[in-house]
């Protein structure tokens, strides 16, 4: 008995030969001097995005959301180290880190939306790492000062608290 269904044997088999065609991409790329890639950093953009790929068209195939949100995160990851790297700015991951902490939330938001509109239950993911995300942002990309970023967040967190108690005591 196999693990794998053959329609996902055959997607796996189609990823690894976009896989294939994209490291000989980037490797002509390199040749050409097109882009300014070694080895080694062809492979490193070639593996995240290969298995975040091989993610979601399982997660899809499988009608597993947890695949989906995995590889969600993986791209999201996969693109600031893309903008990291050939960016031409000021987009450095001291910058650009706010957007790993929003990935958690972008990957619910997103599963929620492909799981039939089922946001409600992913809102307590969706909501606070927003929230973070937006409050490091605003040291990333504004200046705000870090020590008062970090006051914020502690203030917003035992706001949470005080009205999750309040709640608590409510209902009983």
């Not at 399982?58 to 009608?63: A, P």
């Not at 790993?100 to 972008?106: D, E, G, K, M």
């Not at 502690?154 to 209902?171: D, E, M, N, P």
């Amino acid at each position: 008995m196999s693990l794998l269904t053959k329609k996902q044997i055959i997607i796996s088999q189609i990823i690894i030969a976009l896989a294939a065609l994209i490291l000989g991409v980037l490797f002509l790329l390199s040749f050409l001097d097109v882009l300014p890639l070694n080895f080694l950093q062809a492979i490193l953009i070639l593996i995240p995005i290969a298995l975040a790929t091989a993610l979601i068209f399982l997660g899809f195939v499988q009608d597993n959301t947890l695949l989906i949100w995995l590889s969600i995160i993986i791209y999201a990851i996969f693109a600031v180290s893309v903008l990291h790297f050939f960016g031409r700015c000021d987009l450095t991951i001291a910058k650009l880190y706010p957007i790993y902490i929003l990935s958690p939330a972008l990957a619910s938001l997103l599963v929620g939306i492909y799981d039939n509109f089922k946001l409600k239950p992913r809102i307590k993911i969706i909501l606070p790492f927003t929230a973070l995300a937006v409050s490091f942002s605003l040291n990333s990309f504004f200046g705000l000062h870090f020590g008062i970023v970090i006051a914020g967040i502690a203030f917003f967190v035992c706001l949470a608290f005080v009205l999750f108690a309040v709640k608590t005591v409510r209902s009983k």
